[in-house]
């Protein structure tokens, strides 16, 4: 069933998630989309990757791995909020925007039920950042929980998603549970660490972990520029090979790259695995608290930018699906990317895909002025 608005009227005594994926800060950082296509279908590096593996091709996948860190880890890392312009800074607005419509749902909810829960596959800091404009502003009193506790040393722990912040009035008399967002980060995040056999979290800093050195490869822009010109396909890239001249360095290359990129705290965009088995442990906490979400009643998923390629968040969905009070809401950037979600979930009715309303692209700035919106004399 199709879509173009989310009535917000009816979420505020809903148990509340979203599923938000890399097109929410598509502007400011790429997605893994790219500009090659396999008989109609778009290719992404998360595709690509699974194909490679299909072949064995372990060089290829390392030259993919080197352009997933340059192009799409390296400037979640380095970027720097306070310098944005144009197009950029849209991002951060939009989920300035996207916050604030939420807390006020939120401001509506009754007694202790006054959460919301941010699911996000990105590493990005986009949330944590828009947050702290808001509180800023000091307008709006609320609580973003990250799943951290701790002063210098802020640790993650899964259970820490179920604490909620009380403030009371003078001497006791009056009560009121603040507004939270619990953000979820089931994919990693560039601002994680490994410490002991605790996560540490610090949005102050995320240290450059592989080195220009180790993906200086001759092979690197040649590989970039057949994934980047919308020229070449895939059988292209797979009749790439290594000169037998070459093969030593390269692998020398490989073995450092690797030796540094299996440090970083994300989630790999093939097998959907950590390296790490802290963070390993923590994505499957992440999942299992997700499904316990979706599981209870009356229940509502929103999915935005998110392409349904991890086959672990997407079979645990679909098995949420059989709880009949949970509505979820796929977000297309284009109506015709429909056909492919209904391949995923196709035998299941409590699914609707919105869409632009006119048939343009559905974009972040069209999903907070169009899809999920208030009416101004609610706001």
């Not at 702290?132 to 506790?149: A, H, P, V």
């Not at 092979?219 to 037998?244: R, W």
Request: glycine share 4%.
């Amino acid at each position: 069933m199709k879509t173009s608005k989310i009535d917000l009227n009816d979420l505020h005594d809903k148990n509340i998630n979203y599923l938000i994926g890399a097109g929410a800060s598509a502007g400011l950082f790429p997605t893994l989309a790219l500009n090659m296509q396999t008989e109609g279908k778009w290719e992404t590096i998360e595709t690509l990757a699974t194909e490679f593996d299909a072949i064995d091709a372990k060089y290829l996948k390392t030259l993919l791995f080197m352009y997933y860190y340059e192009e799409c880890i390296k400037p979640v890392s380095s970027v720097d909020f306070t310098k944005l312009e144009g197009e950029k800074k849209v991002v951060i607005d939009n989920y300035k925007k996207f916050i604030k419509l939420n807390l006020e749902i939120l401001r509506r909810k009754q007694g202790y039920d006054r959460k919301v829960n941010f699911f996000t596959t990105n590493y990005d800091s986009c949330l944590s950042y828009a947050a702290d404009e808001i509180y800023e502003e000091k307008s709006i009193r609320f609580n973003i929980n990250d799943g951290s506790r701790g002063f210098h040393k802020k640790i993650v722990e899964a259970r820490n998603f179920n604490c909620m912040t009380t403030e009371s009035g003078i001497f006791d008399r009056s009560k009121d549970v603040q507004r939270q967002i619990n953000l979820i980060h089931l994919h990693g995040s560039a601002f994680w660490r490994k410490h002991n056999d605790s996560i540490l979290v610090d949005y102050s800093s995320a240290d450059k972990i592989v080195s220009e050195s180790s993906i200086d490869s001759m092979y690197c822009e040649d590989f970039k520029e057949m994934l980047e010109s919308g020229y070449h396909t895939v059988d292209q890239l797979c009749s790439m090979i290594i000169d037998e001249e070459n093969e030593a360095e390269f692998q020398r290359k490989q073995d450092d790259f690797y030796r540094e990129y299996k440090k970083l705290p994300i989630v790999n965009p093939t097998k959907w695995k950590f390296h790490e088995t802290v963070f390993e442990e923590h994505y499957y906490q992440m999942l299992r608290h997700l499904s316990y979400e979706l599981e209870k009643p009356n229940s509502i998923l929103i999915a935005f930018g998110f392409s349904f390629a991890d086959e672990h968040i997407r079979n645990l969905i679909k098995r949420s699906l059989t709880n009949p009070t949970l509505q979820v809401y796929i977000c297309c950037y284009r109506e015709t990317m429909i056909p492919e979600f209904q391949k995923y979930f196709s035998d299941l009715n409590n699914i609707k895909y919105v869409v632009h309303e006119e048939g343009e692209k559905l974009d972040f700035s069209y999903f907070n002025s169009h899809v999920l919106t208030l009416g101004e004399d609610d706001v």
